[in-house]
């Protein structure tokens, strides 16, 4: 069966992106647009209008248009929100390019997606530079005081006129995004501005962030999920943003408290910190109306922890990069969210949940793979035929990856990936859940589960623990094995001091498994 959104369809509107989300920029004047956290640094709306021409127009000069590729490897700050919206007004695309990658990452990044031009800031210089002369980019450009490259204050001097370009929403490209690379190389999400658009107009049935809200993005501009849903949805409803380059909790919550945060777009990891860490005591955050999170599952009893806490509304949506992104949420008006559900279906969205195994469809209740079809939906991976063909099929149907399930409303709720399914005896073991279990301990700060390869079972879960307070390896699977199935039980745990994670929160299973089979010493 197809499970359909309960929201009208939309119109997407025949527009660029960047048209959309600076709309009433200009109207908007004074009003801060953007805060930098640490500095304080104010881009008001009007300053970012005249700001976004001004960028555009020395691209434009440099012969840089229609489907040019501009590489932003930045933290947030201001400024990413002005090269940003400037390349796509001089007809271009913009490949955000994750601040925590290497040299050879950010090289494989601008040479797969042929970046002509790189921004950036002067501490990345020792990445970003011998990256963009073996990438063949032809001019870096730096915010900050660094030779070899072009002050970014000389985009926004320059005198040259404003570049005539036509765009056409639903061909060109806006974004071209790489997806996490947790599983083989990385690969270029093709995101048109149709796509984008699209996305934004349907997360109005669901986000009502309005022009008095201040919202923190600490979530990286280089993800989808803070470029999308942060940054643009923000700025386009005339919010103030204030950016932080990196996450630390105590900074953090600083600016929740001295910035007077209206709203929140989080990850599990967050979640976790105010759930439980001690420094949240100490700090006001009685402005904070609503928190959001996404990126990754988030047990119930965890998002419930955090709300009661913080004192304010919380909401899980769902998506994925794919579907720019965003393709389930909760409503955040009271009464509408299910906890420990991602919500339902975005207006214009259709899913199918499938059986891993036959591709039969199911109905309520049934966990499966999600599909997704709808206007948000990728146009395919760039100059990679064979992943897009394996992900994207001939009816428009997004094969996720993703395991979940609709209840009888169509409140859908995440339970794994399909590939990090753990096979016990021909069972299916999704991490996820045991994870949710040990974490509700009050000894466990954080947990993540693995596949350990096993010749009776196949396979048999593993935890890794990062502990909070005295607790053995054996209390703790004495304390999963009470509350769950017992193919599902934990027959190891390992303590370690942190879980690594990707920086939109996703566990990094792989450098777990490579742990867990790595010889002692």
Not at 264 to 281: M, N, Q
Not at 357 to 371: H, I, K
Request: proline letters at 8%; charged letters at 20%.
């Amino acid at each position: 069966m197809i499970f359909r959104s309960p929201y009208p369809d939309i119109t997407v509107p025949d527009v660029p992106l960047h048209h959309l989300v600076l709309q009433r920029a200009t109207g908007l004047g004074d009003k801060p647009a953007l805060i930098d956290g640490p500095s304080g640094r104010t881009l008001t709306y009007g300053q970012l209008a005249r700001g976004v021409e001004r960028v555009a127009a020395a691209l434009g000069a440099r012969g840089f248009g229609t489907g040019d590729v501009l590489g932003l490897f930045m933290p947030n700050c201001p400024e990413f929100a002005l090269a940003f919206y400037g390349a796509l007004a001089a007809g271009g695309v913009v490949t955000t390019v994750n601040s925590l990658g290497t040299e050879q990452d950010v090289e494989y990044q601008l040479r797969n997606a042929a970046a002509q031009l790189l921004v950036t800031v002067a501490p990345f210089l020792d990445r970003a530079a011998p990256a963009a002369r073996s990438a063949g980019v032809t001019e870096v450009i730096a915010l900050g005081a660094a030779a070899g490259t072009t002050p970014f204050a000389t985009l926004l001097a320059t005198d040259a006129p404003a570049p005539a370009v036509r765009i056409e929403p639903a061909r060109d490209l806006a974004a071209l995004p790489y997806s996490s690379g947790t599983t083989g190389f990385p690969k270029g999400v093709m995101l048109t501005h149709r796509n984008l658009v699209a996305n934004l107009v349907q997360t109005d049935a669901v986000h009502h962030v309005a022009e008095q809200d201040r919202v923190i993005a600490v979530l990286p501009f280089f993800h989808i999920y803070g470029l999308q849903v942060v940054m643009n949805l923000a700025l386009r409803r005339g919010a103030t943003l204030v950016t932080m380059p990196k996450f630390e909790l105590e900074p953090f919550l600083a600016l929740l408290q001295g910035q007077r945060i209206t709203r929140a777009f989080v990850v599990p990891p967050l979640v976790l910190a105010l759930a439980r860490h001690p420094a949240v005591d100490g700090y006001d955050l009685s402005c904070l109306r609503a928190m959001m999170s996404g990126a990754a599952p988030l047990e119930a009893a965890l998002e419930t922890a955090c709300a009661r806490r913080v004192g304010c509304a919380f909401i899980q949506g769902y998506g994925l990069t794919e579907a720019s992104p965003v393709t389930h949420a909760n409503s955040d008006e009271p009464g509408k969210a299910r906890a420990g559900t991602v919500g339902q279906l975005l207006p214009s969205t259709e899913c199918r949940v499938v059986d891993v195994v036959s591709g039969e469809d199911l109905g309520p209740n049934q966990d499966g793979e999600l599909l997704i079809r709808g206007p948000q939906v990728m146009r395919g991976y760039l100059n990679d035929a064979e992943a897009t063909a394996a992900t994207l099929d001939a009816d428009g149907w997004l094969h996720t990856g993703d395991i979940g399930h609709a209840d009888a409303d169509g409140y859908f709720t995440i339970v794994d990936r399909a590939k990090e399914l753990i096979k016990v005896k021909g069972f299916q073991v999704p991490p996820a859940e045991l994870e949710a279990v040990l974490r509700t301990h009050p000894a466990v700060a954080d947990a993540a589960v693995i596949p350990l390869p096993d010749e009776h079972c196949g396979e048999v879960p593993k935890a890794f623990v990062v502990p909070r307070g005295d607790i053995s390896a054996a209390d703790l699977m004495a304390y999963v094995a009470e509350r769950v199935a017992p193919y599902k039980k934990i027959r190891a745990v390992e303590f370690i001091d942190a879980i690594p994670k990707s920086p939109s929160g996703k566990i990094l299973r792989r450098m777990l498994k490579e742990r867990a089979v790595a010889p002692p010493g």
